[in-house]
């Protein structure tokens, strides 16, 4: 199938802590959802963003948040891409700006991404990072630094809150069918 | 109070939220179509999900057009189920705008069949929906839970962009065309000068290119970040319209004093021929800095660059000559009616001729799912929107991009060439 879908409950919580994987600028939806792999969910998860970081795919664990530079997820509108960094237990992404439709399509998804700028001069790979989601604050743990980024908009706070888009929608929906 | 762009006036007038609108607000807007292609076949199964299940409904099978234009004809079992699961779907639930794998690709048959008018609002399960831009309409790509969600409901929401504006001047030398100038723009300004803004392209030069070449522009817009990449709004966009449907409409014009983020004032009278090398679109350099690169492969086609006028230029350059023996050059024209036209006027022969190999239009080798992949170490010039690494095959190619002109001549020399001498 042409997109993997995801099993896991998607809680929200607004302070997360996990490990940080350091990420460049322009990390495009081919590296994190390889166009020859969109018909297979395991080989996407043993694929995925190898050709920037060649251990994420078998290193990455459940918690691990994205530090990004600029433009991250641009390219294709395939949700396979956050689709598949949710499979791999990535909790966040924090970049310095996210390419429009991967953005809005990860707040669908209740993947939460923050933008910050700057952000990816702070982190090396393997420091801890805390993340307040409703006050866009970030820490390196390892350092001390704080960072502010952009307020996440209430409506789509709302909807990681909701645990995305179609959670919304089946509720919605479930409750007028019975009217 | 400051006039509005394009993206804010039609915006408004789509707003289910408040009618006074700004950059930077969110809205639940009314959608007017939505196009999906393979993605539909997750929306079908999302479906299934709706409990109970008399709530499985479209909000308004008139308002939907799908497509199956990627792995077509399906090049694996897997992709030949996700196609029938599609055709199932569309019958179930009366969407009769559907055009099976013999009609090409979305971003040409859309605006073919008449679906796409000014001051609409569309939104496509495709990154390069922005194309529709060229007809002046709001028009942006969405993954597949705002597809799913607007199949149902109709409405989503929308961050009011700011604008950005590019008022390109002069005439363009022989063999330049409109892709060299969005490819210098992404070099110039980089692949995200345009990231959750909207994009009016204007000036003398936007006004003489034909519709084709619009198009290209509006399409690689995306690869620049926009949200929305508007066209001149004039008689001659009107026009192409009108013939395509009967369906009335006023073109949207931006207010004198619309507010703009930046106006960038371009003068393409020197313009070289560009290409994107790999592996990134913005990573641009003039034809003459990499003129003598060997290549395995040149593609011509896609939503980007697989137009009969793009078809028409490589014809023109290959007519005399042949294509390089090293070289193996795939064409994949848009559409059905693009092949067809190519065949009824000798375009398709003198291709065929020169050692072209023409595929069925589809969206093929461009997203590296058939039809023309690389091996290691293989180089490519394709005249498609991406060059990620890996994105057409073997992650250790290489893929140019450039215009069709610079696809043609480079197929001939077996290098890297520019086409101005041509």
Known sequence: MAIFGTKKEREYKEVIKGKAWVFPDNVDTDAISPGQYLDNLKATLDHTCETIIKEFPSQVSVGDIIVAGRNFGCGSSRETAPNILQEKGVAAIVAESFARIFYRSSFARALPVLEVENISKEFTTGDEIEINIPNAEITNLRTGKKLEGEKIHPILLNLLKNGGL?????????????? | MSGKTIAEKILAAHSLSKKEISPGDIINAKIDLIMSHIGTAKVALDFRKIKPSKMRKVFDPDKIVVLLDHYSPAPSEKWAAAHDIIRKFVKNHSINSFYDIREGVCHQ??????????????????SHTTTYGAFNAA???????????????????????????????????HRVMSKDIIIKMAGDYTAEIATYKSIEFSGKTMEDLSIDSRMTMSNFALELGAK?????????????IKNRTSEPFELVKPD????????????????????????????VKPITEVSGTKINQAFLGSCTNGRFEDLEVAAEILAKNEIHNDVRMIVTPASREIWLEAAKTGVAETLINAGAIITNPNCGACFGAHGGLLGPGEICISSANRNFKGRMGSEAAKIYLGSPATVAVSAIKGELTDPRDF
Request: proline share 6%.
């Open chain 2, 228 to 240: 929305f990449a508007f066209g001149v709004p004039d008689q001659k966009v009107a026009n192409w």
């Open chain 1, 166 to 179: 179609e959670n919304q929608l089946l509720s919605e929906l479930k409750s007028q069918g019975k009217k």
């Open chain 2, 256 to 283: 004198p004093d619309a507010n703009y983020d930046k106006t960038y004032e371009l003068d393409v009278s020197d313009l070289e021929p560009q290409v994107s090398c790999p592996h990134t679109v913005d990573n």
């Open chain 2, 139 to 173: 028009s942006c790509g969405i993954g597949n839970t705002d597809l799913f969600y607007a199949y149902v409901k109709g409405e989503l929401w929308f961050r009011v962009p700011s604008t950005i504006k590019f008022n390109i001047t002069s005439n363009l030398q």
């Open chain 2, 109 to 126: 048959v859309l605006p073919e069949k008449g679906h796409v008018r000014p001051g609409m609002l569309v939104v496509g399960g495709d």
